[in-house]
T-cell receptor, first 113, second 116 residues
Framework: GENVEQHPSTLSVQEGDSAVIKCTYS??????FPWYKQELGKRPQLIID?????GEKKDQRIAVTLNKTAKHFSLHITETQPEDSAVYFC????????????FGPGTSLSVIP | GAVVSQHPSWVICKSGTSVKIECRSL??????MFWYRQFPKQSLMLMAT?????????EQGVEKDKFLINHASLTLSTLTVTSAHPEDSSFYIC????????????FGPGTRLTVL
Protein backbone atom coordinates (compact mmCIF):
# COMPACT_ATOMS: atom_id res chain seq x y z
CA GLY A 1 0.00 0.00 0.00
CA GLU A 2 0.85 3.67 -0.09
CA ASN A 3 3.48 4.99 2.33
CA VAL A 4 4.10 8.69 2.86
CA GLU A 5 7.21 10.02 4.55
CA GLN A 6 7.68 13.59 5.73
CA HIS A 7 10.62 15.71 6.87
CA PRO A 8 11.44 17.41 9.11
CA SER A 9 9.36 16.25 12.07
CA THR A 10 9.85 19.61 13.77
CA LEU A 11 10.71 22.98 12.28
CA SER A 12 11.34 26.27 13.99
CA VAL A 13 11.66 29.50 12.00
CA GLN A 14 11.81 33.19 12.73
CA GLU A 15 8.77 35.23 11.84
CA GLY A 16 9.08 36.43 8.26
CA ASP A 17 11.34 33.58 7.16
CA SER A 18 10.29 30.76 4.85
CA ALA A 19 9.44 27.22 5.86
CA VAL A 20 9.80 24.16 3.65
CA ILE A 21 8.39 20.71 4.36
CA LYS A 22 9.23 17.77 2.13
CA CYS A 23 7.37 14.54 1.50
CA THR A 24 7.85 11.39 -0.51
CA TYR A 25 5.31 8.78 -1.50
CA SER A 26 5.72 5.21 -2.58
CA UNK A 27 2.84 4.41 -4.93
CA UNK A 28 3.25 5.87 -8.42
CA UNK A 29 -0.54 5.51 -8.90
CA UNK A 30 -1.23 8.26 -6.36
CA UNK A 31 -2.66 11.25 -8.15
CA UNK A 32 -3.79 13.75 -5.54
CA PHE A 33 -1.64 15.38 -2.87
CA PRO A 34 -3.35 17.51 -0.24
CA TRP A 35 -1.65 19.39 2.59
CA TYR A 36 -3.38 19.87 5.92
CA LYS A 37 -2.84 22.15 8.88
CA GLN A 38 -3.97 20.87 12.25
CA GLU A 39 -4.16 22.84 15.45
CA LEU A 40 -4.24 21.03 18.77
CA GLY A 41 -7.50 19.15 19.29
CA LYS A 42 -8.98 20.36 16.02
CA ARG A 43 -9.78 18.75 12.69
CA PRO A 44 -7.26 18.92 9.83
CA GLN A 45 -7.79 21.90 7.53
CA LEU A 46 -6.97 21.64 3.84
CA ILE A 47 -4.58 24.46 3.00
CA ILE A 48 -3.56 23.55 -0.52
CA ASP A 49 -3.63 20.56 -2.82
CA UNK A 50 -2.09 19.51 -6.11
CA UNK A 51 -3.02 16.93 -8.69
CA UNK A 52 -0.57 14.73 -10.53
CA UNK A 53 -1.01 16.56 -13.84
CA UNK A 54 0.37 19.78 -12.33
CA GLY A 55 3.93 20.51 -11.21
CA GLU A 56 3.38 23.56 -9.07
CA LYS A 57 0.56 25.49 -7.42
CA LYS A 58 0.54 28.69 -5.42
CA ASP A 59 -1.99 30.36 -3.16
CA GLN A 60 -0.77 33.63 -1.64
CA ARG A 61 2.02 32.70 0.82
CA ILE A 62 1.69 28.97 0.27
CA ALA A 63 3.03 26.96 -2.64
CA VAL A 64 3.32 23.27 -3.38
CA THR A 65 5.59 21.55 -5.89
CA LEU A 66 5.34 18.02 -7.20
CA ASN A 67 7.98 15.88 -8.86
CA LYS A 68 6.18 12.78 -10.10
CA THR A 69 9.33 11.11 -11.39
CA ALA A 70 11.03 11.30 -8.03
CA LYS A 71 7.76 10.89 -6.11
CA HIS A 72 8.51 14.00 -4.08
CA PHE A 73 6.30 16.92 -3.15
CA SER A 74 6.99 19.93 -1.00
CA LEU A 75 5.17 22.70 0.84
CA HIS A 76 6.63 26.19 0.89
CA ILE A 77 5.34 28.86 3.26
CA THR A 78 6.80 32.33 2.77
CA GLU A 79 6.71 35.32 5.15
CA THR A 80 5.75 33.08 8.05
CA GLN A 81 3.60 34.47 10.83
CA PRO A 82 3.06 33.21 14.41
CA GLU A 83 -0.42 32.01 13.43
CA ASP A 84 1.21 29.60 10.98
CA SER A 85 2.41 27.60 14.00
CA ALA A 86 0.68 24.20 13.87
CA VAL A 87 1.22 20.63 12.75
CA TYR A 88 1.30 20.19 8.99
CA PHE A 89 0.53 16.90 7.27
CA CYS A 90 1.19 15.95 3.70
CA UNK A 91 -0.93 13.21 2.21
CA UNK A 92 -1.35 11.14 -0.91
CA UNK A 93 -4.51 9.79 -2.41
CA UNK A 94 -5.07 6.76 -4.59
CA UNK A 95 -7.74 7.12 -7.25
CA UNK A 96 -8.10 3.34 -7.43
CA UNK A 97 -8.95 2.97 -3.74
CA UNK A 98 -11.99 5.23 -3.35
CA UNK A 99 -9.56 8.14 -3.14
CA UNK A 100 -8.50 7.12 0.36
CA UNK A 101 -6.00 9.55 1.78
CA UNK A 102 -2.84 8.34 3.49
CA PHE A 103 -1.19 10.86 5.77
CA GLY A 104 2.47 11.52 6.39
CA PRO A 105 3.73 11.58 10.00
CA GLY A 106 3.48 15.36 10.31
CA THR A 107 5.72 18.38 10.88
CA SER A 108 5.35 20.57 13.93
CA LEU A 109 6.05 24.13 12.79
CA SER A 110 6.85 26.83 15.29
CA VAL A 111 7.13 30.43 14.11
CA ILE A 112 9.04 32.53 16.61
CA PRO A 113 7.94 36.17 16.83
CA GLY B 1 -21.07 24.18 2.17
CA ALA B 2 -19.39 20.78 2.70
CA VAL B 3 -19.89 20.51 6.44
CA VAL B 4 -19.28 17.29 8.33
CA SER B 5 -20.39 16.84 11.90
CA GLN B 6 -19.51 14.22 14.49
CA HIS B 7 -21.32 13.21 17.62
CA PRO B 8 -20.41 13.05 20.40
CA SER B 9 -17.45 15.43 20.53
CA TRP B 10 -16.11 13.60 23.55
CA VAL B 11 -17.05 10.50 25.50
CA ILE B 12 -15.78 8.77 28.63
CA CYS B 13 -16.72 5.16 29.16
CA LYS B 14 -15.85 2.19 31.32
CA SER B 15 -13.68 -0.63 30.06
CA GLY B 16 -15.77 -3.33 28.38
CA THR B 17 -18.55 -1.09 27.17
CA SER B 18 -19.35 -0.16 23.57
CA VAL B 19 -19.34 3.34 22.18
CA LYS B 20 -21.00 4.59 18.99
CA ILE B 21 -19.74 7.62 17.10
CA GLU B 22 -21.80 9.25 14.36
CA CYS B 23 -20.46 11.07 11.33
CA ARG B 24 -22.86 13.14 9.23
CA SER B 25 -22.47 15.13 6.05
CA LEU B 26 -24.84 18.03 6.59
CA UNK B 27 -25.15 19.64 3.18
CA UNK B 28 -23.93 17.11 0.66
CA UNK B 29 -24.20 13.45 -0.20
CA UNK B 30 -21.19 11.38 0.78
CA UNK B 31 -20.75 8.20 -1.21
CA UNK B 32 -17.59 7.42 0.73
CA MET B 33 -16.62 8.18 4.31
CA PHE B 34 -13.36 7.44 6.04
CA TRP B 35 -12.56 6.78 9.67
CA TYR B 36 -9.24 7.78 11.18
CA ARG B 37 -7.68 7.37 14.60
CA GLN B 38 -5.13 9.81 15.97
CA PHE B 39 -3.07 9.20 19.10
CA PRO B 40 -1.44 12.18 20.85
CA LYS B 41 1.36 13.78 18.84
CA GLN B 42 0.88 11.28 16.02
CA SER B 43 -0.54 11.35 12.54
CA LEU B 44 -3.99 10.37 11.39
CA MET B 45 -4.10 6.65 10.75
CA LEU B 46 -6.74 5.45 8.33
CA MET B 47 -8.84 2.71 9.92
CA ALA B 48 -11.42 1.98 7.26
CA THR B 49 -13.22 3.17 4.15
CA UNK B 50 -16.99 3.16 4.33
CA UNK B 51 -19.18 3.09 1.23
CA UNK B 52 -22.91 3.65 1.37
CA UNK B 53 -24.82 0.40 1.19
CA UNK B 54 -21.82 -1.92 1.28
CA UNK B 55 -19.39 -3.37 3.78
CA UNK B 56 -16.54 -1.25 4.99
CA UNK B 57 -12.99 -1.92 3.85
CA UNK B 58 -10.60 -2.09 6.77
CA GLU B 59 -6.92 -1.24 6.73
CA GLN B 60 -4.40 -3.89 7.65
CA GLY B 61 -4.20 -4.41 11.39
CA VAL B 62 -7.62 -2.94 12.18
CA GLU B 63 -10.00 -5.46 13.76
CA LYS B 64 -13.30 -5.31 11.92
CA ASP B 65 -15.13 -7.10 14.74
CA LYS B 66 -13.95 -4.51 17.23
CA PHE B 67 -14.55 -1.42 15.11
CA LEU B 68 -17.96 -1.86 13.52
CA ILE B 69 -18.75 0.55 10.72
CA ASN B 70 -22.16 1.12 9.21
CA HIS B 71 -22.87 3.49 6.31
CA ALA B 72 -26.62 3.24 6.07
CA SER B 73 -27.28 6.40 4.08
CA LEU B 74 -25.51 8.96 1.93
CA THR B 75 -25.25 11.30 4.89
CA LEU B 76 -24.52 9.05 7.87
CA SER B 77 -21.77 6.65 8.86
CA THR B 78 -21.31 5.22 12.34
CA LEU B 79 -18.30 3.72 14.09
CA THR B 80 -18.93 1.48 17.08
CA VAL B 81 -16.00 0.63 19.30
CA THR B 82 -17.01 -2.66 20.91
CA SER B 83 -15.72 -3.83 24.28
CA ALA B 84 -13.58 -0.73 24.58
CA HIS B 85 -10.33 -0.87 26.52
CA PRO B 86 -8.00 1.89 27.73
CA GLU B 87 -5.73 1.37 24.70
CA ASP B 88 -8.67 2.36 22.47
CA SER B 89 -8.59 5.84 23.99
CA SER B 90 -7.86 8.16 21.09
CA PHE B 91 -9.14 10.95 18.87
CA TYR B 92 -11.42 9.49 16.19
CA ILE B 93 -12.01 11.62 13.09
CA CYS B 94 -14.24 10.92 10.12
CA UNK B 95 -14.08 12.46 6.67
CA UNK B 96 -16.46 12.42 3.75
CA UNK B 97 -16.12 12.73 0.01
CA UNK B 98 -18.64 14.86 -1.80
CA UNK B 99 -20.49 12.72 -4.33
CA UNK B 100 -20.24 15.39 -6.98
CA UNK B 101 -16.54 16.19 -6.53
CA UNK B 102 -13.52 13.95 -6.74
CA UNK B 103 -10.66 13.61 -4.29
CA UNK B 104 -11.34 16.40 -1.82
CA UNK B 105 -12.40 15.21 1.62
CA UNK B 106 -14.13 17.11 4.36
CA PHE B 107 -13.30 16.30 7.95
CA GLY B 108 -15.50 16.10 10.97
CA PRO B 109 -14.42 17.84 14.20
CA GLY B 110 -13.38 14.58 15.83
CA THR B 111 -14.47 12.60 18.87
CA ARG B 112 -12.22 12.27 21.91
CA LEU B 113 -12.74 8.80 23.43
CA THR B 114 -11.43 8.05 26.91
CA VAL B 115 -11.80 4.52 28.23
CA LEU B 116 -11.33 4.15 31.98
Amino acid sequence: GENVEQHPSTLSVQEGDSAVIKCTYSDSASNYFPWYKQELGKRPQLIIDIRSNVGEKKDQRIAVTLNKTAKHFSLHITETQPEDSAVYFCAASLKTSYDKVIFGPGTSLSVIP
Amino acid sequence: GAVVSQHPSWVICKSGTSVKIECRSLDFQATTMFWYRQFPKQSLMLMATSNEGSKATYEQGVEKDKFLINHASLTLSTLTVTSAHPEDSSFYICSARNRGRSNEQFFGPGTRLTVL
